[in-house]
């Protein structure tokens, strides 16, 4: 089982900067198949990015996705309001794992 | 729109059983593999289970083994996941996921809003 370990556990930011966060899997993740996700509560969690940089529908380009093997970034650029929240990465080379996921939160 | 709509939770006793069921709308639901995903209070997402798109495959995490079975009723566009011997650490909220990529390697694209199992006496 390919075990992910996200950085840090809690990101404080102001709205406008931007959060950079990390993902690290225990063995290389084949075919680049991560993804991240973002969960509030109340809400029906939301994937942002597949394929470690491919942007779902709807999401705005202030997300990007990175990386390659074993190391994986997901950026937000001009933090706005509504992006604080929890973020987790997901890798599907196999039966999905997810990582303890990363809480954007406002400073 | 695809539209996920999870219902079924609630306060169960420990050994006690549950079903959840997921209403999909939106999407051509028998095409697709769908999955079960739960956060425990404080922790993060945990894959449950998933089936294949004909229902004609089931897996499951260790956790769930033999006590969690999935089923799907592509007729009603349903998924149900029913739950027996429950115990405390199954206390979590559940989704449904829609699932895309290769079978076995699941992508989660749409997700519903949860629905919430509380195991206690």
């Known amino acids: 089982e390919i075990v992910l370990t996200q950085s840090p556990g809690t990101l404080s930011l102001s709205p406008g900067e931007r959060a950079t966060l990390s993902c690290r899997a225990s063995q290389t993740v084949g075919d680049t198949s991560l993804a991240w996700y973002q969960l509030k509560p109340g809400l029906a969690p939301r994937l942002l990015i597949f394929g470690a940089s491919s942007r779902a529908a709807g999401i705005p380009d202030r997300f990007s996705g990175s990386g390659s093997g074993t190391d994986f970034t997901l950026t937000i650029d001009r933090l706005e309001a509504d992006d604080f929240a929890v973020y987790y990465c997901q890798q599907y080379d196999g039966s999905a794992t997810f990582g303890g996921g990363t809480k954007v939160e406002i400073k | 729109e695809v539209r996920l709509l999870d219902s079924g939770g609630g306060l169960v006793q420990p050994g006690g059983s549950l079903r959840l069921s997921c209403t999909a709308s939106?999407?051509?639901?028998?095409?697709?593999?769908m999955s079960w995903v739960r956060q425990a209070p404080g922790k993060g997402l945990e894959w449950v289970s998933g089936i294949t798109d004909t229902g004609n495959g089931a897996y499951y995490a260790d956790s769930v083994k033999g006590r969690f079975a999935i089923s799907r009723d592509n007729s009603k566009n349903a998924l149900f996941l029913q739950m027996n011997n429950l115990r405390a650490d199954d206390t979590a909220v559940y989704y449904c996921?829609?699932?895309?990529?290769?079978?076995?390697?699941?992508?989660?694209?749409?997700w519903g809003q949860g629905t919430l199992v509380t195991v206690s006496s």
């Open positions: 996921a829609k699932e895309e990529g290769k079978i076995g390697r699941p992508l989660f694209t749409n």
């Open positions: 939106g999407f051509t639901f028998s095409s697709f593999a």
